[in-house]
């Protein structure tokens, strides 16, 4: 059973617009959230990440919203470049599991010219 | 700075061959990782060492094992290469707790 869903395999936006990446867990014990970006024939980069006592983490054109409530976060993309087009991974860690990483199944984003 | 170094990039096997799979960091971190990859599953934890001296079972550590030679360094090896470990395998690298990991180019493995 996946703890880490990413429920939509790919997504396919207008450059300039808008990205909305979704994610969904189910463990309790998460409390740190990450989202990675991952480029064929690349290991997989760091984007942002968000502790579980925040609510929203931005930087730059990257921002990551958690609702703990709902299990569910989501990171934006503002405006959306060619050059984000990839793979974007949500993982995440639970308290007392050091650094070690579930992650959802990956969402293929294609950001159009 | 390399970050963290993975070799061999490719590799074919016949299935029951054994080998290893290197991976080294120059971060000082103190955690190490190995996942891998398969198609709409993400990546997957194999084996992990928190510290140099100790390694632990991941999510799927069956037909493998791991040896944490030194801090840098943390091996993966398959004893007897199975057609089902097909896969990319990434080794990572991570320091404080609630840090993000830090991943090396992978090594992709085709066992015929």
């Known amino acids: 059973d996946q703890q880490v869903k990413q429920n939509s395999p790919s997504l396919s936006v207008q450059e300039g617009r808008i990205s909305i990446l979704n994610c969904d867990y189910t463990?309790?014990?998460?409390?740190?959230f990450l989202w990675y970006k991952k480029y064929p024939a690349e290991g997989p980069t760091f984007l942002i990440s968000i502790s579980s006592i925040k609510d929203k983490n931005e930087d730059g054109r990257f921002t990551v919203f958690l609702n703990k409530s709902a299990k569910h976060l989501s990171l934006h993309i503002v405006p959306s470049q060619p050059g984000d087009s990839a793979v974007y991974f949500c993982?995440?860690?639970?308290?007392?599991?050091?650094?070690?990483?579930?992650f959802g199944g990956g969402t293929r984003l294609m950001v159009k010219p | 700075n390399a970050g963290v170094t993975q070799t061999p990039k490719f590799q074919v096997l016949k299935t029951g061959q054994s080998m290893t799979l290197q991976c080294a960091q120059d971060?000082?971190?103190?955690?190490m990782y190995w996942y891998r990859q398969d198609p709409g599953m993400g990546l997957r934890l194999i084996y992990y060492s928190a510290s140099e001296g100790t390694t632990d079972k991941g999510e799927v550590p069956n037909g493998y094992n791991v040896s944490r030679l030194n801090k840098r360094e943390f091996s993966l090896r398959l004893e007897s290469a199975a057609p089902s470990q097909t896969s990319v395998y990434f080794c990572a690298s991570s320091g404080p707790v609630n840090t993000e990991a830090f991943f090396g180019q992978g090594t992709r493995l085709t066992v015929v």
């Open positions: 463990n309790s014990m998460f409390d740190y």
């Open positions: 971060m000082n971190h103190n955690s």
């Open positions: 993982a995440a860690s639970a308290y007392g599991a050091g650094n070690m990483l579930t």
